[in-house]
């Protein structure tokens, strides 16, 4: 049975390049026999905001709190995350950052007792997830050897180092297509057609759990 693959999508204005990029992303999952479960974190409405008990709970008492979370779409989420086998996210990149409602979803979604455990303050991290492969899709208007030079690619960081120990360490892929406003009808249509094709080369044989 093929594990469903959870896809992201972080960017406010409807008809974006970014939303192309998911409907694209999408039917290459479903082409390929993949079960998706998609969410555009803007039209859902999805609420970032820690509450100060979220943000300052901790120990097991922190498991126990964040298991009764009132919120049915973040319960629904953090249900999805849980059985899946990968993660796709499509954002731009806003300041060497994703935008400010992805950042919320990772502080509300990956909590103790959901995405990991750890046995002791500072630890590394157990994972309690699934997740064999990580797919991120970044816009950018910052050149290559700008981002790289200057400040040292902090998304590629933010996703392969700092967040993968807590996905399950799957395999991690990142497509970074750019000047994305210098780029014209032609480029784009490339574009979506490479990233169609590397989402059906990675998910293609997708397992159920880990391998």
């Known amino acids: 049975m093929t594990a469903p693959v959870v896809v992201l999508l972080a960017h406010p204005r409807p008809g974006s390049f970014n939303h192309a990029l998911a409907d694209r992303v999408v ?11 998609f969410h555009d974190l803007y039209a859902e409405g999805f609420d970032p905001v820690l509450t100060a008990e979220e943000a300052y709970t901790s120990g097991t008492r922190a498991e126990e709190f964040l298991a009764a979370e009132p ?15 990968g993660l796709v996210a499509v954002h731009p990149n806003w300041w060497g950052k994703p935008p400010a409602i992805l950042s ?4 509300r ?3 103790p007792g959901v995405a990991y455990r750890l046995s002791a303050a500072g630890g590394a991290p157990e994972s309690l997830l699934s997740l064999r492969r990580l797919l991120v899709v970044n816009t950018s208007d910052t050149t290559e050897e700008r981002e790289r030079t200057l400040f040292g690619d902090p998304l590629d960081a933010i996703w392969r180092r700092c967040l993968a120990p807590y996905l399950g360490e799957p395999e991690v892929w990142r497509l970074v297509l750019r ?4 780029a014209g009808a032609d480029t ?4 979506l057609d490479e ?5 059906a ?8 759990g880990r391998e």
């Open 27 to 37: 039917a290459a999952l479903e082409q390929a026999g993949v079960p998706v479960r």
């Open 179 to 182: 000047v994305l406003a210098d």
């Open 201 to 208: 080369r990675i998910f293609r044989a997708l397992p159920q």
């Open 188 to 191: 784009r249509v490339r574009w």
């Open 109 to 111: 979604i990956l909590v």
């Open 195 to 199: 990233v169609e094709g590397e989402v």
């Open 104 to 107: 919320g979803w990772l502080d």
């Open 71 to 85: 919120d049915p779409l973040v319960r629904r989420h953090r249900e999805e995350l849980r059985d899946a086998g």
